[in-house]
């Protein structure tokens, strides 16, 4: 019986190693298992996650394989068809979607039309080009004229032009006149026909909006012409508002026979500013303020009554003229009991407001560099050699923006 006890024994001890190694077996196979339905679950997910990505990119080929539509604006609806000026300013008569919501086909609606059969596809949410819509528009700018020394006919006269209508327009209609539509300001860089302009608007609390004439020259056809409309349009719907187009001879210089389709495109472009002009009352509450330094250029239609009715000419400030700007200018700067304005200004014949500015700025420069309290006679001294010296240098003799 002991012998078969111990038998028992060693075949118990035997097998005991085996069933361990298969509990292992067992157990590295569930992981691998385990281990293999997390990947699969992954690759799975990964797999729908390609499905959407081609999906779409195939949606983004099919939109690029399209045709493009063709930008316009609804003038006027007839039974169902509507009457729109496209992007370059050609008028079609075209068919609508008839998908398309009835309410939203109104007179000034931006709509796409079909490349090919000019039909209305869809409306477009109302936007204005980048160019028109990061102009320098201010509901209400802070220059006001007592910033402005030295010009005081000019104050008035754009007042009379520009003001007087906006504030009072009842009185123009009960003494039965048309206000003016707009102002032109001449005179040579840097005399403060920006900083004129943008008092104008502070006065009669006017949205400013401002933009340099070449920006309207564009080289694709039709474009310059279209961001002159969106222009108006956009100072309509922010009126009261002041256009202000600084350096206009570059898109309204005298029409030449030209060739070049540059040239051409400009005086597109100076047609759209004279139909735009033609197209609104006067009495609206919009008003034109264009700026040059050269007016023998510009074309003799912009200078016809009802467009620029008024000429106001800003020429270099004279003696009396710079001791009120440079009164101004330093109005808040510490200065020194030895500096004497007025032979400052006796010494700056011929300054614009402009390099008046950047010689009291130079001046303030060389106080501060020297760990000065005050500005004294010596600085603006040292400062109008520096400035004398610039004016020779038309690279270095640029102050337009200090003073406009």
Known sequence: MASDSSVDDRGTKSSNPSIIELRAVVNDLTRNSQELLTEKLFLENEVNQLKKRVSRLDDEIRVLKEPPFIVGFIQDIVENEAIVRSSNGTIFQVSINPRIDRELLRPGARVSLNQDTLAIIEVLSDGWDPLVST?????????????IGGMEEEILSIRQAIELPLNKPEAFEQMGLTPPKGVLLTGPPGTGKTMLAKAIANSTSATFLGLVGSE????????GGRLVRELFDLAKEKAPAIIFIDEIDSIGSKRLD????????????????LSEMDGFESTQNVKIIAATNRPELLDKALLRPGRFDRIIEIGLPDSSARNKILKILTQNMPLNK??????????TDGFSGAELKALVMEAGMKAISEGQESVTESDFSLALSTIEENRKDPLRNNHEGLYG
């Open 258 to 273: 030209s060739s070049t389709s540059g040239d051409r495109e400009v005086q597109r472009t100076l047609m759209q500013l």
């Open 135 to 147: 102009s320098e528009i201010v509901a209400k700018p802070k220059t006001t004229f007592s910033d």
């Open 216 to 223: 309207l020259a564009q080289k694709y056809i039709g474009e």
């Open 338 to 347: 030895s500096v004497n304005l007025k032979q400052i200004a006796n010494k």
